[in-house]
């Protein structure tokens, strides 16, 4: 057998996880239950921070997986059963019938249109229809129909078979049985994903009831270009544009009633994304949430939250819902709600909208229960803190909300992590060769330009701005164009299969394509055109949507003119356009890591277990980072033998050179051959230069030193990593005895005992979430319930106070403060405005703050004052990017390329990051991440050698007088000076092709393929 990795669920986890194990070239299976890939990413309308467009983003992916010669998608299949064990399991499969030929179908749609049966809309949750023979969505993949054998006429009485009358390509087939499928594999992974909470449960909200109740997934449906209303949000009950409308948090989450008592982690965040997107459809709008906390708890999502409110005028209501009754009338929703000061209010609303929560369902549990997973009290799949990608079940890993709910960015490198597993699986296995047959590329030389063009609607998100048939038929009458043609979604799988067909039938030497941004899905159309035989740079992208459609709503004639011009300028410009060439450049295969805390370490371990060789460098003395100071977990798995074990691991590894006590001073060069000067600081400090290919970031960050509170003035103010260190030796010093007084800490009161305390008082968010650091730290909440739990532990009587503004215990999170709560740990909320205060009065420690349910001043006298102090990034970031030429955010933390899809990448190739570098999480969140980063190395660190870039800078020899100018300008350090020709000369794996050289040389003796003068001054002769 050679390496082979079934992959189960074809949501985002499980197509990241394929992709980065194709791109091993490890072959994939990847099964998915329902007709197409793309799972519930597919039906979101934007996300959050960003608004992205959810489909923008993800179509690419799904093109990508669908023609990935590694990756072989079985859909409407089930997996039975797995057997055997790692390297050598065998999976039966049960394929289901679509009752289509898979082989023979086109994907044409004219079956479709023949259907006379219309069918309640699966994936628009019910709110339109669609044919009973239908395509999911219009960039599923595959794009095959699928037949719903519940309404078809012919499968139930033995009539109809219009569809297969229309079909050319006799590809329907009612005679399909289900199929069972064998394949032996090396390791699995489930990516099975998780189903939204049926809001008729709680009949108090009215759902199905009243019509103008909706949940958040068909919110989203309702927001989308593509969704039952084109994208124009309108009540269920009328069609008019609600004027106010509510989002009611928590529904089917942290509800003991119902025993979902775990938080779903991405509610609050995709209600505030809606409140925003509302105003932009409808401005003017009022919009409120009601929320029990605001759990913002994710990179840049405080200020999303900040945003919304401030320039989008969302209010933020802390209450739980109790009912909500109709007016018989108008059918507005009346929402009845307690205030924090114990008053019931009542208030009018024309929609409401429930966020709805995640859930492992039965089917879910059922499969599991097949496969001998283990499964948590909540019923995802159960992970220790330090395997979080490993299942109980060995050569078994999980990815994406499987294993709790979690958003999009923490699926991904779930998904990637879980492919490091995976594949470290198959070490001893061969690799089957699959080569990628594309055809010869055409020669174009001497032709004229035959240029096709082809236009997107993009749902509505260009249309609604944009008269897309307009700017089709102009284009066609511009000197050069032989076809024009709209899509609705230009990036979906049909829609390249169209472009493909169109380059061969019209023999197109030149396509431009008029859509959204390039920077995501110029890749995408290059590759089509290779696989047609046209070379990648034959190609040139107007950007009718960024630049034209979103920011021209409000001027819709102006916007289709300057769409207009833009086709125009490409059109101009792609005439002039010469195929190029990319250089072929080896790849060392080593990778450097920076950082030895543990998320270093396990990207170290990951990348050594594999074969590559590692340089791990480590500023300090020890290894473990901010991990030393952690002595237990939330969940309360001890950490030092960890830590331990993980140490003794790296330094007895033969393949990882491990560097501590040093610093980088200096790097340079490119994907696959960086080389590093370090200052390693021995017996004898000397320095020492390192090669490799990549680069993992995992700097670490610093613990926030606070300057309020008495902080440094009195003994009795600590910080809660000084509270967990002292109550870890507490508890691994202090005999079995509970009387026992030889405690042997150095607890800074009441004679070291933390036994003899009466009163902690824990303030939260102190130097997070305030004016200089306008982010959360993430972990403060779940340390404060950590060591809250273990001072009751040890001290049953004593009382306990957490000053909080937001609980941010996310995901199963919830059931440790549950169990504070119900271990008798008083929280106490406080707004932002009134933060407590702290005053030494006569030698006794109190605590002022106002309580908002009592609505007054509260006085607490205490022993101990616990700071919740957050996490700030790294001195050494700000030197570190400027040496890899990386971005930070305002934070100081590192930026990777994309918050959603590429959430361990850097823009810069072959350089990753991991860790708190990264941002604050929690260990689980780094090892994730850790092992993500390390999967991501891997897709480039198998590899031979990799394609520079075609669109780089090139010398007229003739014209460069050698004034090396264009050396000191390059921020890529691509140039040097050759001292025999005095030339300047470019490395083409280093350019980047920003074009800083170019325009900097006097002697006009720089081009940029791509962007030579002539194709510039002949889009601007047109304008």
Same mark, same amino acid.
């Given at each position: 057998?050679?390496?082979?990795?079934?992959?189960?669920?074809?949501?985002?986890?499980?197509?990241?996880?394929?992709?980065?194990?194709?791109?091993?070239?490890?072959?994939?299976?990847?099964?998915?239950?329902?007709?197409?890939?793309?799972?519930?990413?597919?039906?979101?309308?934007?996300?959050?921070?960003?608004?992205?467009?959810?489909?923008?983003?993800?179509?690419?992916?799904?093109?990508?997986?669908?023609?990935?010669?590694?990756?072989?998608?079985?859909?409407?299949?089930?997996?039975?059963?797995?057997?055997?064990?790692?390297?050598?399991?065998?999976?039966?499969?049960?394929?289901?019938?679509?009752?289509?030929?898979?082989?023979?179908?086109?994907?044409?749609?004219?079956?479709?249109?023949?259907?006379?049966?219309?069918?309640?809309?699966?994936?628009?949750?019910?709110?339109?229809?669609?044919?009973?023979?239908?395509?999911?969505?219009?960039?599923?993949?595959?794009?095959?129909?699928?037949?719903?054998?519940?309404?078809?006429?012919?499968?139930?009485?033995?009539?109809?078979?219009?569809?297969?009358?229309?079909?050319?390509?006799?590809?329907?087939?009612?005679?399909?049985?289900?199929?069972?499928?064998?394949?032996?594999?090396?390791?699995?992974?489930?990516?099975?994903?998780?189903?939204?909470?049926?809001?008729?449960?709680?009949?108090?909200?009215?759902?199905?009831?009243?019509?103008?109740?909706?949940?958040?997934?068909?919110?989203?449906?309702?927001?989308?270009?593509?969704?039952?209303?084109?994208?124009?949000?309108?009540?269920?009950?009328?069609?008019?544009?609600?004027?106010?409308?509510?989002?009611?948090?928590?529904?089917?989450?942290?509800?003991?009633?119902?025993?979902?008592?775990?938080?779903?982690?991405?509610?609050?965040?995709?209600?505030?994304?809606?409140?925003?997107?509302?105003?932009?459809?409808?401005?003017?709008?009022?919009?409120?949430?009601?929320?029990?906390?605001?759990?913002?708890?994710?990179?840049?999502?405080?200020?999303?939250?900040?945003?919304?409110?401030?320039?989008?005028?969302?209010?933020?209501?802390?209450?739980?819902?109790?009912?909500?009754?109709?007016?018989?009338?108008?059918?507005?929703?009346?929402?009845?709600?307690?205030?924090?000061?114990?008053?019931?209010?009542?208030?009018?609303?024309?929609?409401?909208?429930?966020?709805?929560?995640?859930?492992?369902?039965?089917?879910?549990?059922?499969?599991?229960?097949?496969?001998?997973?283990?499964?948590?009290?909540?019923?995802?799949?159960?992970?220790?803190?330090?395997?979080?990608?490993?299942?109980?079940?060995?050569?078994?890993?999980?990815?994406?909300?499987?294993?709790?709910?979690?958003?999009?960015?923490?699926?991904?490198?779930?998904?990637?992590?879980?492919?490091?597993?995976?594949?470290?699986?198959?070490?001893?296995?061969?690799?089957?060769?699959?080569?990628?047959?594309?055809?010869?590329?055409?020669?174009?030389?001497?032709?004229?330009?035959?240029?096709?063009?082809?236009?997107?609607?993009?749902?509505?998100?260009?249309?609604?701005?944009?008269?897309?048939?307009?700017?089709?038929?102009?284009?066609?009458?511009?000197?050069?164009?032989?076809?024009?043609?709209?899509?609705?979604?230009?990036?979906?799988?049909?829609?390249?299969?169209?472009?493909?067909?169109?380059?061969?039938?019209?023999?197109?030497?030149?396509?431009?394509?008029?859509?959204?941004?390039?920077?995501?899905?110029?890749?995408?159309?290059?590759?089509?055109?290779?696989?047609?035989?046209?070379?990648?740079?034959?190609?040139?992208?107007?950007?009718?949507? !960024?630049?034209?459609?979103?920011?021209?709503?409000?001027?819709?004639?102006?916007?289709?003119?300057?769409?207009?011009?833009?086709?125009?300028?490409?059109?101009?410009?792609?005439?002039?356009?010469?195929?190029?060439?990319?250089?072929?450049?080896?790849?060392?295969?080593?990778?450097?890591?920076?950082?030895?805390?543990?998320?270093?370490?396990?990207?170290?371990?990951?990348?050594?277990?594999?074969?590559?060789?590692?340089?791990?460098?480590?500023?300090?003395?020890?290894?473990?980072?901010?991990?030393?100071?952690?002595?237990?977990?939330?969940?309360? /798995?001890?950490?030092?033998?960890?830590?331990?074990?993980?140490?003794?691991?790296?330094?007895?590894?033969?393949?990882?050179?491990?560097?501590?006590?040093?610093?980088?001073?200096?790097?340079?060069?490119?994907?696959?051959?960086?080389?590093?000067?370090?200052?390693?600081?021995?017996?004898?400090?000397?320095?020492?230069?390192?090669?490799?290919?990549?680069?993992?970031?995992?700097?670490?960050?610093?613990?926030?030193?606070?300057?309020?509170?008495?902080?440094?003035?009195?003994?009795?103010?600590?910080?809660?990593?000084?509270?967990?260190?002292?109550?870890?030796?507490?508890?691994?010093?202090?005999?079995?005895?509970?009387?026992?007084?030889?405690?042997?800490?150095?607890?800074?009161?009441?004679?070291?005992?933390?036994?003899?305390?009466?009163?902690?008082?824990?303030?939260?968010?102190?130097?997070?979430?305030?004016?200089?650091?306008?982010?959360?730290?993430?972990?403060?909440?779940?340390?404060?319930?950590?060591?809250?739990?273990?001072?009751?532990?040890?001290?049953?009587?004593?009382?306990?106070?957490?000053?909080?503004?937001?609980?941010?215990?996310?995901?199963?999170?919830?059931?440790?403060?549950?169990?504070?709560?119900?271990?008798?740990?008083?929280?106490?909320?406080?707004?932002?405005?009134?933060?407590?205060?702290?005053?030494?009065?006569?030698?006794?420690?109190?605590?002022?703050?106002?309580?908002?349910?009592?609505?007054?001043?509260?006085?607490?006298?205490?022993?101990?004052?616990?700071?919740?102090?957050?996490?700030?990034?790294?001195?050494?970031?700000?030197?570190?990017?400027?040496?890899?030429?990386?971005?930070?955010?305002?934070?100081?933390?590192?930026?990777?390329?994309?918050?959603?899809?590429?959430?361990?990448?850097?823009?810069?190739?072959?350089?990753?990051?991991?860790?708190?570098?990264?941002?604050?999480?929690?260990?689980?969140?780094?090892?994730?991440?850790?092992?993500?980063?390390?999967?991501?190395?891997?897709?480039?660190?198998?590899?031979?050698?990799?394609?520079? !870039?075609?669109?780089?800078?090139?010398?007229?020899?003739?014209?460069?007088?050698?004034?090396?100018?264009?050396?000191?300008?390059?921020?890529?350090?691509?140039?040097?000076?050759?001292?025999?020709?005095?030339?300047?000369?470019?490395?083409?794996?280093?350019?980047?092709?920003?074009?800083?050289?170019?325009?900097?040389?006097?002697?006009?003796?720089?081009?940029?393929?791509?962007?030579?003068?002539? /194709?510039?001054?002949?889009?601007?002769?047109?304008?």
């Amino acid at each position: 057998m050679h390496k082979r990795v079934l992959v189960v669920g074809g949501g985002i986890a499980g197509i990241q996880a394929s992709l980065d194990l194709a791109e091993m070239n490890i072959e994939v299976y990847l099964i998915e239950k329902g007709p197409s890939i793309g799972g519930r990413m597919a039906q979101l309308d934007k996300t959050f921070p960003t608004n992205d467009c959810a489909m923008c983003i993800l179509s690419p992916k799904l093109v990508e997986a669908g023609a990935h010669p590694y990756i072989k998608i079985i859909t409407n299949a089930e997996l039975e059963s797995i057997t055997g064990q790692a390297p050598n399991f065998e999976a039966t499969i049960i394929k289901k019938p679509r009752y289509i030929n898979e082989e023979k179908c086109t994907g044409c749609g004219i079956c479709v249109s023949k259907c006379p049966v219309k069918i309640p809309d699966e994936y628009n949750k019910g709110l339109s229809k669609t044919k009973c023979i239908h395509i999911p969505f219009p960039q599923a993949v595959p794009a095959i129909p699928i037949i719903n054998k519940e309404y078809c006429v012919y499968l139930k009485r033995g009539k109809c078979r219009k569809c297969e009358e229309s079909c050319e390509m006799k590809a329907i087939d009612f005679n399909q049985k289900e199929e069972i499928i064998k394949i032996n594999v090396g390791s699995v992974i489930l990516a099975l994903g998780s189903e939204e909470f049926d809001a008729t449960l709680k009949d108090e909200y009215g759902y199905k009831t009243f019509p103008n109740v909706m949940t958040s997934i068909e919110f989203e449906r309702i927001l989308s270009a593509s969704g039952p209303t084109q994208g124009h949000i309108q009540r269920p009950s009328d069609g008019k544009e609600p004027k106010s409308i509510a989002f009611i948090q928590c529904v089917g989450s942290r509800d003991m009633q119902l025993g979902n008592e775990y938080c779903s982690a991405i509610c609050c965040m995709q209600a505030t994304k809606d409140v925003i997107l509302v105003q932009e459809h409808i401005p003017g709008v009022k919009t409120s949430i009601f929320y029990m906390d605001m759990r913002a708890y994710g990179k840049d999502f405080d200020k999303f939250v900040d945003r919304a409110k401030d320039d989008y005028k969302a209010r933020y209501i802390h209450a739980r819902i109790s009912s909500i009754e109709v007016n018989p009338i108008t059918e507005n929703l009346i929402v009845r709600y307690a205030t924090d000061d114990g008053r019931i209010k009542k208030e009018e609303f024309e929609l409401v909208v429930l966020s709805v929560g995640i859930l492992s369902t039965g089917k879910i549990k059922e499969t599991a229960g097949k496969l001998n997973i283990e499964l948590n009290e909540c019923g995802f799949s159960r992970a220790s803190s330090f395997s979080p990608v490993s299942t109980s079940r060995a050569g078994i890993f999980v990815a994406g909300t499987f294993s709790g709910p979690k958003d999009i960015p923490e699926t991904v490198m779930e998904a990637s992590g879980s492919a490091s597993g995976a594949s470290s699986l198959l070490t001893e296995l061969p690799v089957k060769e699959i080569k990628e047959e594309l055809p010869e590329e055409i020669n174009i030389e001497g032709q004229p330009p035959r240029i096709g063009v082809f236009v997107c609607r993009c749902g509505i998100n260009i249309a609604a701005t944009v008269d897309v048939p307009r700017v089709v038929e102009y284009a066609s009458t511009l000197g050069g164009v032989v076809h024009s043609q709209e899509f609705i979604f230009a990036c979906s799988q049909d829609s390249q299969k169209s472009i493909n067909e169109k380059i061969k039938e019209k023999n197109l030497n030149r396509v431009v394509v008029a859509a959204c941004t390039p920077r995501t899905h110029e890749p995408l159309f290059q590759k089509t055109l290779q696989a047609s035989g046209l070379n990648p740079y034959l190609f040139e992208f107007a950007n009718i949507r !960024e630049q034209c459609s979103w920011v021209h709503q409000e001027v819709k004639d102006s916007a289709t003119k300057k769409a207009c011009d833009l086709l125009r300028m490409a059109i101009s410009k792609v005439k002039l356009f010469s195929p190029l060439s990319k250089a072929t450049i080896t790849i060392n295969k080593k990778a450097l890591v920076i950082g030895g805390g543990v998320a270093g370490m396990i990207a170290s371990l990951d990348l050594a277990a594999q074969g590559f060789g590692v340089h791990l460098v480590e500023k300090e003395a020890e290894l473990g980072g901010n991990f030393r100071h952690l002595h237990y977990t939330l969940s309360g /798995e001890e950490t030092k033998n960890f830590l331990t074990s993980l140490i003794q691991k790296v330094k007895s590894n033969k393949l990882i050179d491990l560097y501590t006590k040093s610093k980088i001073k200096e790097i340079n060069g490119y994907l696959g051959n960086f080389k590093t000067r370090l200052a390693v600081s021995r017996k004898k400090p000397s320095e020492s230069v390192i090669e490799h290919g990549v680069v993992i970031v995992a700097a670490g960050a610093e613990e926030y030193k606070p300057t309020e509170y008495l902080y440094g003035k009195d003994d009795r103010v600590i910080t809660q990593r000084q509270l967990e260190e002292w109550l870890g030796e507490s508890d691994k010093k202090s005999s079995v005895g509970a009387d026992s007084k030889d405690t042997g800490t150095d607890f800074p009161v009441l004679g070291g005992d933390p036994r003899t305390l009466k009163n902690v008082v824990m303030i939260q968010c102190v130097g997070s979430r305030d004016e200089e650091r306008p982010y959360c730290s993430r972990v403060c909440c779940s340390q404060a319930i950590k060591n809250a739990l273990k001072l009751r532990e040890l001290n049953p009587k004593l009382n306990i106070y957490i000053l909080y503004r937001d609980m941010r215990s996310y995901g199963i999170k919830e059931l440790y403060y549950k169990k504070a709560r119900e271990e008798g740990v008083i929280f106490i909320r406080y707004e932002e405005e009134s933060k407590p205060e702290v005053r030494n009065d006569g030698g006794r420690l109190k605590i002022k703050v106002k309580d908002l349910i009592l609505n007054r001043d509260l006085l607490i006298d205490t022993d101990l004052l616990v700071l919740s102090s957050g996490i700030i990034a790294s001195k050494g970031n700000k030197n570190l990017s400027q040496m890899l030429k990386v971005p930070l955010n305002a934070d100081g933390f590192f930026l990777e390329a994309h918050v959603k899809l590429r959430p361990v990448d850097f823009a810069t190739d072959g350089i990753f990051v991991c860790g708190l570098a990264h941002y604050p999480k929690d260990i689980s969140e780094a090892i994730t991440q850790a092992k993500a980063s390390a999967a991501r190395a891997m897709t480039i660190l198998t590899k031979e050698y990799f394609e520079a !870039e075609g669109k780089i800078c090139e010398i007229r020899k003739e014209r460069c007088s050698g004034c090396g100018l264009c050396v000191e300008i390059c921020p890529y350090k691509a140039l040097e000076l050759d001292e025999k020709e005095k030339i300047a000369v470019i490395n083409e794996a280093l350019c980047k092709g920003c074009g800083a050289c170019v325009s900097s040389c006097r002697a006009n003796a720089i081009d940029l393929k791509g962007f030579k003068d002539e /194709e510039i001054l002949a889009a601007l002769e047109v304008v």
